[in-house]
T-cell receptor, first 114, second 113 residues
Framework: GENVEQHPSTLSVQEGDSAVIKCTYSDSASNYFPWYKQELGKRPQLIIDIRSNVGEKKDQRIAVTLNKTAKHFSLHITETQPEDSAVYFCAATPDTGTASKLTFGTGTRLQVTL | NAGVTQTPKFRVLKTGQSMTLLCAQDMNHEYMYWYRQDPGMGLRLIHY???????AKGEVPDGYNVSRLKKQNFLLGLESAAPSQTSVYFCASTYGGTDNEQFFGPGTRLTVL
């Protein structure tokens, strides 16, 4: 089955700096890669996702890059703000035949300091 | 439109007791999932369902059972709770196919003493 590794486990940045979180996956059949943000005591919520037919996707201050050859994908947050402080999870799944089951990384706790 | 809801929000059980967690969604999603979240371990899939009347095992199914008698509901049962089942449980749902975004419920915090 799929195995997703996520680094770093904790990340502290100053407000306005950029943050990068990296994930690797093992199943070459995986082709959907979402990122979830989970604030303290809340449910995970999708912030961005990417499919294997593109190498990069942006949404305002958030971007995700994918390297299928190396089997890794990354989340980039620019101009970080205090409200970006949360735990971020990457995940991976093949589209077909797997019931869209997501395999999650172990999470990165991002702290944005003033 | 309530999205995905879970009941109860909190529960404390004694070892050996049983309970059922209820997940409901009003988005007409085909697929539903139960995860557990433990510190440092991310979200791990317990059981899932691809449609009414069907269920399947996920990554960590031992000690849990599920049922999906109605499309909108997915129940997670603990027949004989153990302290190792202390966790936060999340339900999620999605349309399936190429529309994969999973929508999560608010979670149930379960403590087994």
């Amino acid at each position: 089955g799929e195995n997703v590794e996520q680094h770093p486990s904790t990340l502290s940045v100053q407000e306005g700096d950029s943050a990068v979180i990296k994930c690797t996956y093992s199943d070459s059949a995986s082709n959907y890669f979402p990122w979830y943000k989970q604030e303290l005591g809340k449910r995970p919520q999708l912030i961005i996702d990417i499919r294997s037919n593109v190498g990069e996707k942006k949404d305002q201050r958030i971007a995700v890059t994918l390297n299928k050859t190396a089997k890794h994908f990354s989340l980039h947050i620019t101009e970080t703000q205090p409200e970006d402080s949360a735990v971020y999870f990457c995940a991976a799944t093949p589209d077909t035949g797997t019931a869209s089951k997501l395999t999650f990384g172990t999470g990165t706790r991002l702290q944005v300091t003033l | 439109n309530a999205g995905v809801t879970q009941t109860p929000k909190f529960r404390v059980l004694k070892t050996g007791q049983s309970m059922t967690l209820l997940c409901a969604q009003d988005m007409n999603h085909e697929y539903m999932y139960w995860y557990r979240q433990d510190p440092g371990m991310g979200l791990r899939l317990i059981h899932y369902s691809v449609g009414e009347g069907t269920t399947a095992k996920g990554e960590v199914p031992d000690g849990y059972n599920v049922s999906r008698l109605k499309k909108q509901n997915f129940l997670l049962g603990l027949e004989s709770a153990a302290p190792s089942q202390t966790s936060v449980y999340f339900c999620a749902s999605t349309y399936g196919g190429t529309d994969n975004e999973q929508f999560f419920g608010p979670g149930t915090r379960l403590t087994v003493l």
